[in-house]
């Protein structure tokens, strides 16, 4: 029972949370401390459990933006409608994007995704069907509930809530599936888990297209809640990173690991831009910046593992070591 008390405590305070804190503002944060953790998480297929670090999946995300608003903007279509075609043209663009670029590693494979990911932007930005530079919004008539728009943020908390739960779900079966194993082989050593027989190129690709369609699905519910997306609040290179680091804060290729950076890195950036306004647009990157260099230096696997392991530490301490049986001694 001990082992699921914290879990169960942990997850009646995300659920009370907007109830508790009921002002518009703090409503909205959490709505998007949980969008942001479902983008994160899905991220995590790929760069976590995979150990391909990808620095392009604002393309993923603005596939689902995009698809949620174009249904919604050019036939005035539910955005609903929006997501599969978006899940669709997601994992479409990472399987011929992934055939080639998975083939690299390292920094190679980062730098492939984000020139990838600036070319569809520059490509979005000068389409005027995709509403270039100046982006979609949804048509000047009255949006009903089927088109998931509220005035408050509370809806749209349960809403992420749920969807939220639903990617974890699908990334820890993944992760306790023959794949998941393929996926830490292959992230522990790509070469020797070649040599071991594990189909490392085709379990890469599968991972990449499911990252991508889970990321257009955190994409689309973005579009839905603002009702807009633009190049650069759907493409931009700065989703991209805040996903990464969301990941690595709290700790890549663990599962709850994206959420735990998400809520903490989200009340930042959002308290910072509230109390700063537009002078304090540059902070973002710089702040970002400091956190990178800080989990590279002193905690490469995120918050999570540290405090796994001052646990750990913790229970092998002399006064938390369990009483040895009755004949027993220590060695000497």
């Given at each position: 029972?001990?082992?699921?008390?914290?879990?169960?405590?942990?997850?009646?305070?995300?659920?009370?949370?907007?109830?508790v804190?009921s002002?518009?503002f703090?409503?909205?944060?959490?709505?998007?401390?949980?969008?942001?953790?479902i983008?994160?998480?899905?991220?995590n297929?790929?760069?976590?459990?995979a150990?391909?670090?990808?620095?392009?999946?604002?393309?993923?995300?603005?596939?689902?933006?995009y698809?949620?608003?174009?249904?919604?903007?050019?036939?005035?279509?539910?955005?609903?409608?929006?997501?599969?075609?978006?899940?669709?043209?997601?994992?479409?663009?990472?399987?011929?994007?992934?055939v080639?670029?998975?083939?690299?590693?390292?920094?190679?494979?980062?730098?492939?995704?984000?020139?990838?990911?600036?070319?569809?932007?520059?490509?979005?930005t000068?389409?005027?069907?995709?509403?270039?530079?100046?982006?979609?919004?949804?048509p000047t008539?009255?949006r009903?509930?089927?088109d998931?728009?509220f005035?408050?943020?509370?809806?749209?908390?349960?809403?992420?809530?749920?969807v939220?739960?639903?990617t974890?779900?699908i990334?820890?079966?993944?992760?306790?599936?023959?794949?998941?194993?393929?996926?830490?082989?292959?992230?522990?050593?790509?070469?020797?888990?070649?040599?071991?027989g594990?189909?490392?190129?085709?379990?890469?690709?599968?991972a990449?297209?499911?990252s991508?369609?889970?990321?257009?699905?955190?994409?689309?519910?973005y579009?839905?809640?603002?009702?807009?997306?633009d190049p650069?609040?759907?493409?931009?290179?700065?989703?991209?990173?805040?996903?990464?680091?969301?990941?690595?804060?709290?700790?890549?290729?663990?599962?709850?690991?994206?959420?735990?950076?998400?809520a903490?890195?989200?009340?930042?950036?959002?308290?910072s831009?509230?109390?700063?306004g537009?002078?304090?647009?540059?902070?973002?990157f710089?702040?970002?910046?400091?956190i990178?260099?800080?989990?590279?230096?002193?905690?490469?696997?995120?918050?999570?593992?540290?405090?796994?392991?001052?646990?750990?530490?913790?229970?092998?301490?002399?006064?938390?070591?369990k009483?040895?049986?009755?004949?027993?001694?220590h060695?000497p």
């Amino acid at each position: 029972m001990r082992r699921f008390l914290w879990p169960a405590l942990l997850l009646a305070l995300i659920v009370a949370y907007p109830l508790v804190f009921s002002t518009p503002f703090l409503q909205r944060l959490g709505a998007l401390v949980l969008l942001y953790a479902i983008a994160a998480s899905s991220w995590n297929v790929i760069g976590g459990y995979a150990g391909q670090v990808s620095v392009g999946h604002a393309v993923f995300f603005g596939c689902g933006a995009y698809a949620a608003m174009g249904a919604y903007s050019h036939f005035g279509l539910s955005p609903l409608v929006g997501i599969p075609a978006g899940i669709a043209l997601a994992a479409g663009i990472a399987a011929i994007v992934g055939v080639p670029t998975l083939r690299l590693s390292g920094h190679y494979f980062s730098m492939a995704t984000i020139a990838v990911a600036e070319l569809v932007r520059l490509v979005v930005t000068n389409t005027d069907y995709l509403g270039a530079a100046v982006g979609l919004s949804g048509p000047t008539v009255p949006r009903s509930v089927f088109d998931l728009s509220f005035i408050s943020a509370l809806p749209y908390y349960y809403l992420f809530l749920v969807v939220l739960a639903v990617t974890l779900l699908i990334t820890w079966w993944m992760a306790n599936s023959r794949m998941g194993f393929y996926l830490r082989a292959i992230r522990d050593s790509e070469r020797a888990a070649r040599s071991l027989g594990a189909p490392t190129s085709r379990t890469k690709l599968y991972a990449f297209m499911l990252s991508a369609g889970l990321t257009s699905v955190a994409g689309a519910l973005y579009a839905m809640m603002f009702g807009f997306v633009d190049p650069e609040s759907g493409l931009g290179i700065l989703i991209s990173v805040k996903i990464l680091i969301m990941a690595a804060l709290g700790g890549a290729g663990l599962l709850f690991g994206p959420l735990v950076g998400a809520a903490i890195l989200v009340p930042l950036e959002e308290i910072s831009n509230s109390l700063l306004g537009g002078q304090g647009a540059g902070l973002t990157f710089v702040v970002y910046g400091a956190i990178i260099v800080l989990i590279a230096r002193f905690q490469p696997g995120g918050i999570l593992t540290l405090i796994k392991r001052e646990l750990e530490r913790r229970g092998r301490a002399p006064g938390k070591q369990k009483p040895l049986p009755a004949g027993a001694s220590h060695a000497p």
